[in-house]
C-alpha cells in the first residue's frame, strides 16, 4: 500500500502561481511513477502531468505545458506540481497518484493509489 496526502492548494489571483506537494508513505515511493490529475465541478478527472521514477521522464496534458512543473523528491518521498501562469479554468480538484503502469500513464485506469486532493481556486 502507498498512502498520499496532498497539500499546497489555496485561492490565487490569475496569473499568480501554487506549489502542490504529495507526501507519500508506505510501500518503497522511489518505484513508482506519479501522476497529478484534477477534477473540475461536473467534469472528468483529467491528467495533468505525470513522471517516471528516476525523474528522467515527465509528460503533461498539452494546456498546462510551459506553466506547470512536475518534480520529485524520493530522498523525502514527496512529489511537486508547480503552477504558474494560473488561469481560472486550472481551478479544480488536484489529486495525486502513484503507478506502475507503462509509460506514459496519462489514464486514470493506470494508477493504483491516490491521495484525497487538494482545492485549487483561481479568481478572474
Known amino acids: 500500500q502507498v498512502q498520499l496526502v496532498e497539500s499546497g492548494g489555496g485561492l490565487v489571483q490569475a496569473g499568480g502561481s501554487l506549489r502542490l506537494s504529495c507526501a507519500a508513505s508506505g510501500r518503497t515511493f522511489s518505484t513508482y511513477a506519479m501522476g497529478w490529475f484534477r477534477q473540475a465541478p461536473g467534469k472528468e478527472r483529467e491528467f495533468v502531468a505525470a513522471?517516471?521514477?528516476?525523474?528522467?521522464?515527465?509528460y503533461y496534458v498539452d494546456s498546462v505545458k510551459g506553466r506547470f512543473t512536475i518534480s520529485r523528491d524520493n530522498a523525502k518521498s514527496t512529489v511537486y506540481l508547480q503552477m504558474n501562469s494560473l488561469k481560472p479554468e486550472d481551478t479544480a480538484v488536484y489529486y495525486c497518484a502513484a503507478t506502475d503502469s507503462t509509460w506514459p500513464p496519462t489514464v486514470r485506469n493506470d494508477y493504483d493509489y491516490w491521495g484525497q486532493g487538494t482545492q485549487v481556486t483561481v479568481s478572474s
Open positions: 513522471i517516471s521514477w528516476r525523474s528522467t521522464r515527465t
